[in-house]
């Protein structure tokens, strides 16, 4: 399938379309990961959900890709951690403007999101009705726990760090507190369980104790990483396709 591939700015957000060549069977947002952009990382799986017959939509997230901006041209990873969980939000904020006022023909969307991209996506689902399948991959829906390894995994004395303000900002969108809000059609998790940057065990007791609301998940001895054999599952599970073990 031959496919069109488009570049553009909407209202200050970076993105780039993957068309096919015959009417779509969806819409499907891709969201990268931290301090990635619209294309490095995503760009093959993009391009074969493409091939699956998806409009597929990848944008750089806030302060990223061809709208990067302080802290994360020249600071360090203290300032930049800082501004991580402002990222999250305002990149699901985009996403659904984009999708409300562009990709509006569509009904509804599939949303994968890769580590923050993952992030991204739980967050979503809190903010609409209208994601059919929902698949984050190597991420996490405790944004409180991911936050404090992440600060002491980079040497961050975590007593300074997280304020008051902080923590009240990070509870207010946690999308593990608010399991209840939380509407997609389908979710399916990819999980390492040897990552080093996002630790699975967090992922691992959602799906223990909360089975009914997952449709599928997949666990594999890797790192923080999206290896050749999860890109082939994630295809295949889009595609809806058997995925053997």
Request: glycine fraction near 4%; charged fraction near 25%; hydrophobic fraction near 40%.
């Amino acid at each position: 399938m031959t496919l069109t591939v488009k570049q553009h700015t909407v209202e200050g957000i970076p993105l780039i379309e993957y068309i096919p060549d015959e009417t779509p069977k969806g819409l499907t947002f891709i969201q990268h990961g931290y301090e990635s952009n619209k294309i490095w990382g995503t760009e093959y799986l993009a391009m074969n959900i493409a091939r699956l017959g998806y409009h597929v939509v990848s944008i750089d997230a806030y302060k990223h890709g061809d709208r990067k901006e302080e802290p994360f041209v020249s600071q360090s990873g203290y300032y930049r951690l800082k501004e991580a969980f402002y990222v999250i939000e305002r990149t699901a904020d985009d996403i659904l403007y984009l999708f409300n006022n562009v990709f509006n023909a569509y009904q509804t969307f599939d949303m994968l999101g890769i580590s923050l991209g993952g992030m991204v996506a739980y967050l979503l689902a809190t903010k609409t009705d209208k994601i059919n399948r929902l698949l984050p991959i190597i991420s996490t829906p405790d944004f409180h726990k991911q936050a404090y390894y992440a600060i002491s995994s980079a040497g961050i004395d975590t007593a300074k760090f997280f304020t008051q303000e902080k923590l009240d900002y990070i509870e207010s969108i946690d999308p593990i507190l608010k399991r209840d809000q939380w509407q997609y059609n389908k979710l399916a998790l990819f999980v390492s369980e040897n990552d080093d940057e996002v630790p699975p065990r967090p992922s691992l007791k959602f799906i223990k104790h909360h089975k009914d609301m997952i449709d599928a998940f997949f666990l594999y001895d890797c790192k923080h990483n999206v290896p050749k054999r999860m890109q082939q599952d994630i295809l295949s599970y889009l595609a809806g396709r058997e995925i053997y073990l």
